[in-house]
């Protein structure tokens, strides 16, 4: 923890992991209702409305939130370059150079 607090890594892609959390709540809620009520409309009330909804929900937000959890990562796990400056200044910085 001391070594952590020296470097400065401790909140380094709290953003990052904010914006990750935001997206998958979002994604996953919203697009849960739209699959859930086009199922229903298909194939009636039946149980597995609810499990195609959830499974569909799940692999849209966990896809979609994926470059956030790449900038997060490479925030947590950066090192100095061989200049003595960091590779990234902060979690847009490091977004920008990632595209």
């Known amino acids: 923890m001391v070594k952590v607090a020296e470097e400065g890594a401790l ?3 709290a953003i990052a992991n904010g914006l990750k ?9 919203g697009f849960l ?4 009520e086009n199922t229903y409309y298909f194939f009636g009330p039946i149980m597995m409305t609810r499990i195609l909804g959830t499974a569909a929900g799940c692999a849209v937000a966990v896809a ?3 470059p956030f ?7 947590h796990t950066m090192r100095p370059l061989p200049n003595g400056r960091m590779p990234y200044e902060n979690t847009l ?3 920008y150079k990632m595209i």
């Open 69 to 75: 959890d790449a900038v997060s990562t490479r925030l």
């Open 11 to 13: 909140f380094r892609g």
């Open 64 to 66: 979609l939130s994926m």
């Open 93 to 95: 910085d490091c977004m």
């Open 21 to 29: 959390i935001g997206a998958m709540m979002t994604l996953a809620a």
């Open 33 to 36: 209702d739209w699959m859930k």
